[in-house]
């Protein structure tokens, strides 16, 4: 759990003492900026009513009691809001109508700048895919950037991935490639606030930073061939059952266009799949598709790492798979 995350542990008021009458707030929920951002409904016997009062509950002002219970523990949160539909479409975003704001400012559009390790990027809550649960991550990929090399960021949505590399790291170039315009607009403020961000320690981090708007498919086969050291490629889900029962190619079109623009010796690749649990922790599923794939351009590949970076559905985890080319002799 990251400073964003909030579960029982961080958010934790069993007391009864505020004039609230919540007994406990939502067991977890997503700290986005300014905005608190509760996943699913709250199980109603969270709050502290009487069984004869719980009955008539009004659901909007149970729902306002529970956001101004958070409101009232967290001072920096200005909007809570319930996610109340999955998130859906190739832009992996819940839409206007998949969120209810239920305390603070009616804001619409729903825009915030979230910070992360001091590096800031601009997210619509409603319209574009943004987790701060990837924080560490992020840091654990930033890590292992090199001085001069050239990082791709596939699926890029709002840019944090990218932000942080450009911010971080002394990458030579980073180019981040995002579909949905209005998440490419998000990365393009947070480029903006990069080149002002005092705290960011490496020089020319906006400069270095090349944000493309578009589709994958269609642009990474214009790309330089074999000239990227580094591939970032979270790709998105395909509808529900994607990961769970292997259903889907396992995003065998991304990595048929992603392997020819990588360095063909030594090149690295972090890429995120979707595994059920029973295929954790080695992921054979998905170390078989880039093997199958890499087989068909010719390359050798080594998988170096193998992590669930966390759970996107009942049993459905976010894996990431990272893997070098290496060239068949
Ligand atoms: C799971 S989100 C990841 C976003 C970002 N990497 C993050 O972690 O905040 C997947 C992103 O891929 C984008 N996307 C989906 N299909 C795409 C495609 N064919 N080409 C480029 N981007 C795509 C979606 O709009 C979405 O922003």
Redesign the pocket.
């Known amino acids: 759990v990251d400073e964003h995350c909030y579960n029982d542990s961080t958010f934790n008021c069993e007391s009864h003492d505020d004039s609230t009458g919540v007994k406990r707030p939502p067991r977890s929920f997503d700290v986005v900026g300014d905005v608190a951002l509760i996943h699913s409904g709250v199980p109603k016997n969270d709050i502290n009513l009487s069984d004869q009062e719980s009955n008539h509950v009004n659901e909007s002002a149970y729902f306002a009691t529970i956001g101004e219970a958070i409101m009232k523990k967290n001072k920096a949160i200005k909007v809570v809001a319930l996610r109340t539909s999955a998130l859906g479409g190739?832009?992996?975003?819940c839409g206007e109508s998949g969120i209810k704001i239920i305390a603070g400012n009616q804001r619409s559009p729903l825009i915030t700048t979230h910070s992360e390790y001091g590096i800031k990027c601009v997210v619509d809550v409603e319209r574009?895919?943004?987790?701060p649960r990837?924080g560490p991550e992020r840091l654990r990929i930033c890590q292992q950037v090199a001085r001069g090399e050239k990082v791709l960021?596939?699926?890029?949505?709002?840019g944090?991935?990218a932000l942080q590399i450009a911010g971080r790291t002394e990458a030579c170039e980073v180019v981040a490639?995002?579909?949905?315009p209005v998440?490419a607009e998000c990365a393009r403020r947070g480029q903006r606030m990069l080149s002002r961000n005092k705290g960011v320690k490496c020089p020319g981090a906006a400069e270095r930073l090349t944000i493309l708007e578009?589709?994958?498919?269609e642009i990474l086969p214009k790309l330089e061939r074999h000239s990227f050291d580094r591939v970032l490629a979270?790709?998105?889900?395909e509808g529900k059952m994607d990961g769970d029962l292997g259903a889907g190619d396992g995003g065998r079109a991304?990595l048929d266009v992603l392997l020819p623009v990588m360095k063909p010796s030594g090149g690295e690749c972090h890429w995120y799949d979707f595994a059920a649990s029973h295929e954790l922790p080695a992921c054979n599923r998905t170390a078989e598709s880039i093997r199958r794939a890499c087989d068909v351009v010719g390359c050798g590949m080594e998988i170096i790492h193998v992590a669930s970076v966390g759970s996107v559905a009942k049993r459905q985890n976010r894996v990431c798979v990272d893997f070098r080319l290496i060239e068949n002799r």
């Not at 574009?128 to 987790?131: A, E, K, R």
């Not at 490639?177 to 949905?180: D, F, H, K």
């Not at 979270?234 to 889900?237: C, S, V």
């Open positions: 190739n832009e992996r975003c574009t895919f943004f987790s990837m960021v596939l699926f890029s949505g709002c944090m991935d490639i995002e579909l949905n998440a578009g589709d994958v498919l979270p790709r998105p889900k991304f």
